[in-house]
């Protein structure tokens, strides 16, 4: 039983930040007993202990840190032995560390910095917004610093792991695995449900895509659909379950359950098509979930209606993400969290790619407001396909990014969260990305 000291302040925070690294990440017993001044005191069994610079919560000035002044400056470059790679980047604190028989004092207050990266305070402080209302991808703090590409707080965890097992040889630790999770959302189920959208096609081929050639092509999979001998270019449901079984895994698909006439739906969840697609979906044991609308992420009426609808198709719904990945913190989670949802995964970079939160892993998020953490678990993004595809990023430099990704949440034996959406394998032009599909499972699965 390690027993730890904190500060008298801030104390749901503190609380929260202990419980996921201390016992959902590392899977160690501890209790909270006795105030320290200015630091996070870990005692262990032995009379050892490890000392960490509360460099963060003990220098706020009054009751609150949701300040866009309380921001971090850009981080320092940290090197010593306990590190899991070349440098450590220091959010909060300093690099010096001291090490002596019975103590480690740890000047980078790595409590704080994996708060900061979790809870993503920083989308409340920042006013900032893209076109859908979301909080940039430039804006975010690891971006903004080259640090996207790497799962900062599974990097402070294991540098935690690595100091007190050096204090403590004994203590036992959690075991995790890695594990790839494929996901797509279905913005559409069809793309030629009728002579509405045949037409909208062509137009897009002539005017957005200004490629004549291309109406030839969309006429001829819109008469092939109709005619009964070609599938519809969006109707790769079975494609995406045979690849994922073939690998040993599972497809999750999040549907939006919407009605004709609401905002950007594309399709009505009461129709026979979607329930033939869901109850396939079903059948082969794969997993559906909630594709909460563009107008749902911070409508707890909206949701809760949404999420009815499709619980009429399948009664248990545990999981899902928010379209067009719009999220308000912590509105959203606490939206999810009072429906009962178990797994959200709006999380990832619409733009690039990476480790938005600092981790790979799924982790118990925490409302900033009502100060509690949730039931609800987050699963970051670790790749979306659009974000990258619509840079016209070739093939080549598409699974080179995959790849370097991947060897991360290997070595940190996470996660690997794909976004592959169904209807961006044959997207109606005269490229296809079922190949480039095929390689990126290939590469992410063991």
């Not at 609800?376 to 070739?394: F, G, H, R, V, Y």
Request: glycine share 6%; charged share 25%.
């Amino acid at each position: 039983m390690i027993t730890v000291s904190i500060p008298d302040s801030f104390t749901p925070e503190r609380k929260y930040i202990l419980s996921v690294l201390l016992d959902d990440f590392l899977g160690l017993d501890y209790s909270i007993s006795g105030k320290a001044a200015n630091a996070w005191v870990l005692n262990l069994d032995n009379g050892k202990q490890l000392v960490i610079e509360d460099a963060f919560f003990s220098h706020i000035k009054g009751k609150t840190f949701l300040e866009k002044s309380k921001m971090p400056g850009k981080p320092k470059p940290a090197y010593h032995q306990f590190m899991p790679d070349n440098n450590l980047p220091v959010i909060f604190g300093s690099p010096e560390l001291t090490v002596k028989d019975e103590e480690i004092r740890c000047e980078l207050d790595i409590f704080a910095g994996a708060f900061f990266l979790l809870t993503r305070w920083e989308m409340l402080v920042n006013d900032a917004k893209d076109k859908h209302q979301r909080f940039p991808d430039d804006e975010n703090y690891l971006k903004k610093h080259g640090l996207q590409d790497r799962p900062l707080v599974d990097e402070y965890t294991e540098t935690l792991r690595s100091m007190l097992s050096h204090l403590a040889p004994e203590l036992k630790w959690k075991q995790h695995t890695y594990k790839p999770v494929i996901t797509h959302d279905v913005d559409f189920i069809t793309r030629y449900a009728g002579l509405k959208q045949y037409i909208k096609g062509l137009g897009g081929d002539l005017i957005n895509r200004k490629n004549p050639l291309l109406w030839a092509k969309t006429t001829g999979d819109f008469l092939g659909y109709k005619l009964g001998f070609k599938k519809d270019v969006y109707d790769s449901f079975d494609f995406l379950m045979d690849v994922s079984e073939q690998n040993g895994l599972k497809s999750h698909f999040y549907f939006i359950p919407g009605k004709p006439g609401e905002y950007d739906v594309r399709y009505d969840i009461e129709s026979t098509k979607a329930e033939d697609v869901i109850n396939n979906i079903i059948s082969r044991n794969h997993i559906v979930g909630v594709h909460g609308s563009y107008l749902a992420y911070d409508d707890k009426q909206r949701y809760g209606q949404e999420l009815k609808r499709l619980k009429q198709l399948l009664p248990e719904v545990n999981e899902g993400r928010q379209h067009y990945l719009r999220f308000k913190n912590p509105d959203t989670w606490q939206i999810q969290d009072d429906y009962g949802l178990k797994l959200d995964s709006s999380m990832g970079y619409a733009t690039d790619a990476g480790f938005i939160c600092g981790t790979c892993r799924a982790y118990h998020p925490f409302n900033l407001i009502t100060r509690k953490k949730l039931s609800l678990q987050e699963l970051p993004i670790t790749l979306m396909d659009t974000a990258l595809l619509n840079k016209k990023c070739s093939d080549h430099d598409f699974l080179a990014k995959v790849k370097s990704l991947n060897r991360q949440v290997r070595k940190y034996k996470g996660n690997f969260t794909l976004l592959w959406h169904n209807n961006n394998l044959e997207n109606g032009n005269f490229r296809t990305n079922k190949s480039l599909y095929l390689k990126t499972i290939d590469a992410i699965s063991e």
